[in-house]
């Protein structure tokens, strides 16, 4: 489970805007063409991308790959109810499935719900298999749930800015 980190909102200007946002959409971007997208001269640019970094505004620089390419071309959303919600079964389970390479999200819930977990797979079969090894086996889970999306209409990484 992700530690929890506490930030301190940093003022964003205009030009913050447009850096982020060109990031975004591509963070291999190098800085020459940023500054000349976002309207600076390249020195001025690259400091304000590493304090948007040191302020963690930019968390990391990842690849987005395309999962059918690498053969987890399926998305199942799953929810999960736990036995108790005490402090130890809710730790147990986050610390778990924090360990599962095919659980792309994860999600403590209000509501109906314990956790909703985002899983890729390569087809019902291979799912129905972590499911049955690795889910259900988690000490703590009482019952899962899968919802599996016929079409996907939007997906993206990039936040509104």
Request: proline fraction near 4%.
């Amino acid at each position: 489970m992700a530690d929890k980190v506490e930030f301190n909102t940093m003022k964003l200007d205009d030009i913050d805007r447009r850096i982020l946002r060109a990031l975004q959409r591509d963070g291999r971007m190098a800085n020459n063409e940023l500054a000349n997208e976002v309207g600076l001269s390249p020195s001025p640019c690259l400091r304000r991308v590493k304090l948007l970094e040191e302020a963690g505004v930019i968390d990391r620089y990842v690849a987005v790959l395309n999962p059918a390419s690498i053969g987890k071309g399926l998305t199942f959303f799953t929810r999960i109810w736990l036995k108790t919600q005490d402090e130890d079964t809710v730790q147990h389970f986050a610390t778990e499935v924090a360990k599962l390479p095919q659980v792309m999200e994860c999600y403590l819930m209000l509501g109906d719900c314990d956790a909703l977990v985002r899983v890729v797979a390569a087809d019902v079969n291979d799912y129905r298999r972590f499911q049955s090894e690795h889910l259900s086996r988690i000490k703590g889970v009482q019952n899962v749930k899968t919802d599996v999306p016929s079409w996907t209409i939007k997906y993206t990484s990039e936040l509104p800015i």
